[in-house]
């Protein structure tokens, strides 16, 4: 399915035209569809249907609470980073015993909560963590059920700063300490040890680096299934990526192929901690073009979205299709526009705040409204006020019909959470 599509030259969300949120909402405006989300929710569910798998939605990738309703209705779960997500979470209808905490700065604050919470698992992501956890729940007399979160030295061939899987980064506990984990798991008081976690990056259009991860993993669980201990649930983690502008990947199918052939066979309890899958396509960032500048070599559009509404191209280098709402007539008619290379600039004071270069766009004029596709994932929930910008609105749309789910944070209302120096 494809939320998103032009009739009559318009580009609509579902039954939508987009020119009706902004004529009310105004730009820039993150526009969500809920039946993509659906559809992306049984895409992925539906092929693991008979291994009854746990699906933790990553909530850092979109934290919209009703985005996070509409996929806890579908059956989906949460994977929180925070208190503060953690707090998100349960606001929005997901049971405590549907979640899980990942994340190597949980705080004692932030593991009482999680304990006194009663969550599904919490992961644990290092030896240190694992003896703060231990006395929290001890002294809460309260169980803790734990994953030890394996970093399995896999280069999950992404971008760098989404590699989250080898041994330079900050991110679980390296095989060589693995041993002594789960031993500290299974005889620290408060907890109870579950099984193991891998998350090895995000975006991963190649399959590769998961069946490296999955089998070490695989192997791991084995081995300690011999040695007579129990593992009841391995997860996966997230990673999975999408296809951005016009890249190709692998079919899902192959994904679903390597857990049934690898992960499948151990007998444990498989979850998931899908992101990016779940969410990125199911949002647009709508924007208008402020003004177009000639400059000495280039030509830049100059959107009213910046850096700080959509910040994945200036901190990853990621490039999002572009593509207007209203497409010019292709023939004849004096509004037909010819095709013009162009840099996509926000207003943000910072080199930065640069879309991408070469885009090939029809000659676009002030005023034009754009949308830039796949912006559902690590969009919204990065935004920020910077350079006293109102915080990005977001839109849920569902059939014809939409609800402004979060409001446009004025500049005014920012100002009302400070106070004046005395
Ligand atoms: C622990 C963990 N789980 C799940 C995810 C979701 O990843 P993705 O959005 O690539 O599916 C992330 C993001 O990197 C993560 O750090």
């Known amino acids: 399915m494809n939320a998103f599509t032009y009739h009559s030259g318009v580009l609509w969300a579902e039954e939508l035209p987009l020119s009706e949120v902004t004529a009310d909402v105004g730009t820039p405006v993150y526009v969500y569809s809920k039946r993509q989300l659906e559809a992306n929710y049984a895409a992925f569910a539906e092929p693991f249907r008979d291994l009854a798998p746990d699906i933790f939605f990553a909530n ?8 996070l309703q509409t996929l806890a209705a579908c059956g989906a779960g949460a994977e929180v980073t925070s208190a503060g997500e953690l707090e998100r979470a349960i606001h929005a209808g997901v049971a405590p015993g549907c979640i899980t905490f990942s994340g190597v700065g949980k705080r004692r604050d932030e593991l009482t909560a999680a304990v006194l919470a009663g969550l599904a698992q919490i992961t644990v992501e290092s030896l240190e963590e694992m003896a703060m956890l231990s006395e929290v729940a001890a002294e809460l007399g309260r169980p803790a059920s734990i994953v030890v979160r394996l970093n399995p030295d896999v280069d999950a061939q992404t ?4 590699s989250t899987g080898h041994k330079e980064t900050k991110f679980g506990i390296e095989e060589a300490h693995l041993d002594e984990a789960v031993h500290l798991a299974r005889t620290l008081p408060g907890l109870v040890f579950k099984g193991l976690m891998v998350h090895v990056g995000s975006l991963l259009t190649d399959f590769s680096p998961f069946r490296v991860a999955y089998q070490r993993l695989a192997d791991h669980v084995r081995r300690l299934q011999k040695a007579g201990l129990s593992v009841d649930r391995v997860d996966l983690g997230g990673g999975v990526g999408i296809p951005y502008d016009g890249q190709t990947m692998p079919p899902f199918s192959d994904y679903v192929d390597l857990v049934q052939e690898i992960i499948a066979p151990l007998g444990c309890k498989i979850a998931f901690e899908p992101g990016r899958r779940l969410v990125g396509d199911a949002g647009i960032l709508v924007t208008r073009v402020v003004r177009v500048k000639r400059g000495a070599t280039r030509t830049f559009v100059v959107l009213d979205a910046g850096m700080n509404d959509l910040m994945r191209p200036a901190l990853y280098g990621a490039r999002h299709t572009l593509m207007p709402v209203r497409l010019p007539p292709s023939t004849g008619a004096e509004e037909s526009r010819a095709t013009e290379r162009v840099d996509v600039v926000g207003p943000v004071c910072e080199t930065a705040d640069l879309f991408g270069e070469a885009y090939e766009l029809p000659s676009p004029r002030p005023g034009d409204l754009m949308a830039f596709l796949q ?8 935004a920020s006020c910077y350079n006293g910008r109102p915080l990005v609105p977001e839109v849920l749309v569902d059939g014809s019909s939409y609800a402004v789910t979060r409001r446009r944070i004025s500049v005014a209302e920012q100002m009302t959470w400070e106070s004046m120096a005395r």
């Not at 971008?159 to 989404?162: C, E, G, V, W």
């Not at 912006?375 to 990065?382: H, K, P, S, V």
């Open 60 to 67: 850092k990738v979109n934290p919209s609470l009703a985005v």
């Open 159 to 162: 971008h760098a700063k989404l």
């Open 375 to 382: 912006a559902g994932a690590y969009g919204a929930g990065m």
